[in-house]
């Protein structure tokens, strides 16, 4: 039986068998159920349907009842986890860090889109006399906007580690997205952009991917930038770890067994999933700290 549960923040999508069996009882006690945390995004009607059909294919699976819990917001999601109404959630990168803070969330897997990581870069044109972040000084830059991980949070941190912040530029442009501060480079707008790369040689960059004309030149990256993690409530790991590593295999399994790699694109926003760490997520953890950044509604 399918149920829905409407949550004053969240809500509930709800899939249960009356006989559920767990794989590993014989050397474990299992949940009565399994909540996993997402976060909405795009079409709702979609996400309710492939909540749907991803608790009924993990149930399958697991043989423990599966809920997925839509929270409206990441600050929901980590109160979600806190209060125990979750056993699982996926988290960006930087609410990861507050959940493993205040939620005792502990890190299974990644995503992967192209690559396991994606980097933060600066460029500027390849004849431009710009070598280093320090002449970036009295220069016009772009950046995408004030929430961008790689096109603003972390070239701030290595910008303020050199002295240098939003005073120091003689403009600082937000353009809205990464494609549109390529495009001001292109028109000669601006002297550097920063941007994303998905690999580390910058041949899969932001301006690569966007077709640009000019040749540029990356004179600061970031550290690997690993991609949102997939994690579980503490707790359940240390009651549940066998039951804890199923679930992660059998979400592997479905991903990367789908003939169709957008269905649950909505929920998951992947094509398949990796085994990840704490430690991954270090420059994460030193860019939030650096910029004091707050977990908001």
Same mark, same amino acid.
């Given at each position: 039986?399918?149920?829905?549960?409407?949550?004053?923040?969240?809500? +509930?999508?709800?899939?249960?068998?009356?006989?559920?069996?767990?794989?590993?009882?014989?050397?474990?006690?299992?949940?009565?159920?399994?909540?996993?945390?997402?976060?909405?995004?795009?079409?709702?009607?979609?996400?309710?349907?492939?909540?749907?059909?991803?608790?009924?294919?993990?149930?399958?699976?697991?043989?423990?009842?599966?809920?997925?819990?839509?929270?409206?917001?990441?600050?929901?999601?980590?109160?979600?986890?806190?209060?125990?109404?979750?056993?699982?959630?996926?988290?960006?990168?930087?609410?990861? +860090?507050?959940?493993?803070?205040?939620?005792?969330?502990?890190?299974?897997?990644?995503?992967?889109?192209n690559h396991p990581y994606y980097y933060a870069t600066?460029?500027?044109?390849?004849? @431009?006399?710009?070598?280093?972040?320090?002449?970036?000084?009295?220069?016009?830059?772009?950046?995408?906007?004030?929430?961008?991980s790689s096109g603003y949070l972390y070239p701030k941190?290595?910008?303020?580690?050199?002295?240098?912040?939003?005073? @120091?530029?003689?403009?600082?442009?937000?353009?809205?997205?990464?494609?549109?501060?390529?495009?001001?480079?292109?028109?000669?707008? +601006?002297?550097?952009?920063?941007v994303f790369s998905d690999d580390e040689q910058g041949?899969?960059?932001?301006?690569?991917?966007?077709?640009?004309?000019?040749?540029?030149?990356?004179?600061?990256?970031?550290?690997?930038?690993?991609?949102?993690?997939?994690?579980?409530?503490?707790?359940?790991?240390?009651?549940?770890?066998?039951?804890?590593?199923?679930?992660?295999?059998?979400?592997?399994?479905?991903?990367?067994?789908?003939?169709?790699?957008?269905?649950? @694109?909505?929920?998951?926003?992947?094509?398949?999933?990796?085994?990840?760490?704490?430690?991954?997520?270090?420059?994460?953890?030193?860019?939030?700290?650096?910029?004091?950044?707050?977990?908001?509604?």
């Open positions: 039986m399918i149920k829905q549960t409407l949550l004053a923040l969240a809500s +509930v999508l709800f899939f249960s068998s009356a006989q559920a069996q767990t794989l590993v009882a014989a050397v474990e006690k299992a949940p009565s159920e399994i909540t996993i945390g997402v976060i909405p995004g795009g079409n709702p009607e979609i996400l309710r349907e492939q909540g749907l059909a991803l608790a009924k294919e993990l149930q399958a699976k697991i043989n423990i009842p599966v809920n997925i819990y839509v929270s409206k917001n990441y600050a929901g999601l980590v109160e979600a986890m806190k209060t125990k109404k979750v056993d699982f959630a996926f988290f960006s990168s930087s609410t990861y +860090v507050h959940a493993e803070e205040q939620a005792q969330a502990k890190v299974l897997l990644k995503k992967v889109w600066v460029i500027v044109p390849v004849k @431009s006399k710009i070598k280093k972040l320090e002449d970036l000084k009295g220069k016009t830059i772009a950046f995408v906007d004030e929430q961008s941190v290595a910008l303020q580690k050199k002295g240098l912040n939003d005073k @120091s530029f003689k403009e600082v442009i937000f353009s809205g997205n990464h494609s549109a501060s390529v495009q001001l480079l292109e028109a000669h707008k +601006v002297d550097a952009a920063a041949k899969e960059g932001a301006w690569i991917q966007f077709g640009a004309k000019q040749k540029y030149r990356i004179i600061w990256k970031s550290a690997p930038i690993p991609n949102d993690p997939f994690c579980v409530r503490q707790d359940f790991y240390d009651e549940y770890p066998k039951i804890t590593h199923t679930l992660m295999f059998a979400l592997i399994d479905i991903l990367d067994q789908a003939t169709d790699k957008k269905i649950y @694109s909505e929920i998951l926003g992947t094509q398949t999933l990796m085994p990840a760490t704490s430690k991954q997520y270090d420059p994460v953890k030193e860019m939030v700290k650096a910029l004091n950044i707050e977990l908001k509604p």
